[in-house]
């Protein structure tokens, strides 16, 4: 018999009834019923329920056990009498009765408990993230994500891709974020640095004439963190493609994502068409560049109807150059409380309030209720209510001002006007490509040009379109939302040596820096570069909506906390004076 098991404690059934049988795991949980003990004993595939009773030698040695003790007994497979079957689980029509019993590990009293989904704080399941790891939610999330990235990498073998890996040790680039940087013993005074993404690498291997590329690469950005991202590291599909368009990357990773969400979705509806919406549409109707479209609202410019108006808090915003007025319909949200909520989620966000217009059923006709119905009368009203197809029940709420400025309370607020109507379809993955980005914004402080979003994108319009008005230059650049989330990110690179020149001097980069900062991809795209583009999808996102999970670090093993701090291994930690004088560097104190 092996040392440990002849089966997992998902394997036994009515068919092993009489067997003499080895199982190894974790007790689950402890029953004393009158002198008999039952417990659940659990490994990773499963629970199989032992039993005991004093007629058997362990009998003593098994009423020590407690939760989590880890242990192997040997014990017969016997029937359950049929009252007693538990149909949820694949053991539930037998027991095993315990024989022999051999504690393989002993367990203190714990800090959270394994059994059942009791709520343990952050500090506590990340200090003992091995426990927490134990419980049954973790358990699928971890094989859930390990499932995933087996698909995901059969997924892009069949589609003609061959994986290659990156460096992780490399030099410092600026991509957005900071880097971690490692001080390197040889060369003292001078610092490696993590890789934030393979961007330069994997443009490289194109300029090597692979042709396709992908990686399941780890990436590493200094960040604060969030809900949706991790502090320190993250996983990313990553690939890249030769003498390809735009429409060309859509076409490749569409099929992949898409069968990725309908193989591990649960039965939720994939959407199949992936609508392209312009930066500018996407912030002017969802206050987003990652809209959530499973909310059918739509958001529109109703500036026209309130110029001049009686409502003289708008009519004087819009007399200012660059500012709208942006309407978000509520379809069904017709009640004066559901609109004072509103007005209090807006002041919640740091604004004075939104104003709102509720329409109502007043027997001989429909009235518009609410303060800026007074304030802009019926003709004004009516000319709002047509243009946004609402009707009796329905409302819209108001924000004003320069567009950048409330649009991201504006989204907010349209997410949960959606979810808290009911509107929103939450049984359902929608996706929606977002393009046309623009390269350069202007910072209204000293209004220098600078890069808003990625600078190794292809300008549209080539060489041609970095002669005019930078701030009308756009990208080919493009992101991949899902539900509310960012899921990829990529962009059909610059690869002509005089566009990248031209495209940094507009930013107040000189050729000596960009060949500085960027010199081996500088250098590579003057031997003959291919045209080249590819995209990155989020591996921890992606998971985390296929769990339905509304924080990442439940789809990751270990995770930072909020401080980027690892609470299990103690990181990060103060060197030691034997590895600084190595390293040649000293640590100042921190500043008060």
């Keep these: 018999m092996h040392a440990y098991r002849t089966h997992t404690c998902a394997a036994l059934t009515k068919e092993n009834v009489g067997e003499t049988v080895r199982l190894s795991g974790w007790v689950h949980r402890v029953r004393d019923h009158g002198g008999v003990l039952f417990i659940d004993l659990r490994d990773h595939y499963g629970v199989t329920q032992v039993i005991c009773d004093p007629d058997s030698a ?4 098994l009423e020590k056990v407690r939760s989590e003790w880890c242990i192997r007994i040997d014990g017969d497979v016997k029937a359950r009498d049929e009252s007693l079957v538990n149909p949820k689980i694949p053991t539930g029509e037998i027991e095993v009765f315990v024989r022999d019993l051999e504690v393989l590990g002993a367990s203190q009293e714990l800090p959270l408990i394994v059994f059942g989904d009791q709520e343990y704080p952050e500090e ?35 589609t003609g891709f061959r994986e290659y890996q990156t460096p992780i040790i490399t030099a410092s680039s600026p991509e957005g974020a900071r880097d971690f940087l490692v001080p390197s013993r040889l060369h003292p005074g001078k610092f490696y640095a993590l890789p934030q993404a393979p961007q330069q690498f994997k443009q490289l291997i194109m300029m090597s004439g692979y042709d396709k590329y992908f990686q399941i690469a780890p990436c590493f950005r200094d960040e604060d963190p969030r809900a949706d991202r991790s502090p320190t590291d993250f996983y990313q599909l990553d690939l890249e493609m030769s003498f390809v368009t735009q429409q060309d990357v859509f076409d490749t990773i569409q099929p992949v994502l898409a069968g990725v969400f309908e193989e591990f979705g649960g039965g939720k509806k994939v959407d199949t068409e992936w609508p392209q919406i312009s930066y500018k549409d996407a912030a002017k109707w969802y206050g987003t560049d990652k809209p959530d479209l499973r909310n059918p609202i739509k958001m529109q410019d109703c500036s026209e109807h309130f110029r001049g108006s009686g409502f003289a808090i708008f009519a004087k915003l ?57 304030n802009i009368g019926p003709e004004r009203t009516e000319a709002i209510r047509q243009q946004l197809g609402l009707g009796v029940g329905d409302a819209a709420f108001f924000l004003g001002g320069k567009p950048k ?30 393009v046309d980005f623009p390269i350069y914004e202007r910072d209204e402080e000293t209004g220098a040009i600078d890069f808003e979003h990625n600078p190794f994108s292809m300008p549209q319009g080539g060489l041609e379109a970095l002669n005019g008005d930078p701030l009308e230059v756009r990208g080919f650049q493009y992101d991949l939302a899902c539900n509310g989330y960012e899921l990829v990110s990529g962009a059909i690179r610059n690869h002509k040596p005089e566009i990248m020149l031209k495209a940094f001097e507009i930013a107040g980069y000189g050729e000596d820096e960009v060949k500085k900062r960027f010199g081996g991809l500088f250098t590579a795209f003057n031997y003959g570069a291919p045209p080249h583009g590819g995209c990155a999808a989020g591996i921890d996102r992606i998971v985390m909506l296929l769990a339905n999970e509304q924080n990442i670090r439940e789809v990751i093993m270990f995770p930072m906390n909020q401080r980027a701090e690892d609470l299990l291994m103690g990181a990060p930690n103060e060197p030691t004076n034997e590895q600084l004088r190595e390293l040649r560097l000293r640590v100042l104190p921190p500043e008060d």
């Design 405 to 434: 400025a409330f649009e991201g309370v504006a989204g907010k607020a349209r997410n949960v006007i959606g979810e808290e109507l009911g509107l929103t379809d939450m049984d359902r993955f929608a996706f929606a490509w977002i």
């Design 318 to 374: 819009l007399e200012q150059e660059g500012t709208e007025i942006r309407a978000i319909p509520a379809p069904t949200g017709g009640s004066r409380k559901f609109c004072d909520r509103m007005n209090a989620f807006a002041q919640k966000e740091g604004l004075p309030g939104m104003g709102y217009i509720f329409w109502r059923d007043q027997g001989d006709g429909m009235e518009a209720a609410g303060p800026l119905a007074k």
């Design 124 to 158: 506590t399941r990340l200090r003992y993230r091995y426990l927490d790891l134990r419980r049954e939610a973790m358990q699928e999330n971890m094989k859930l994500r390990s499932d995933v990235v087996a698909s995901i990498r059969k997924r892009m073998w069949d």
């Design 58 to 61: 362990a009998f003593s040695a």
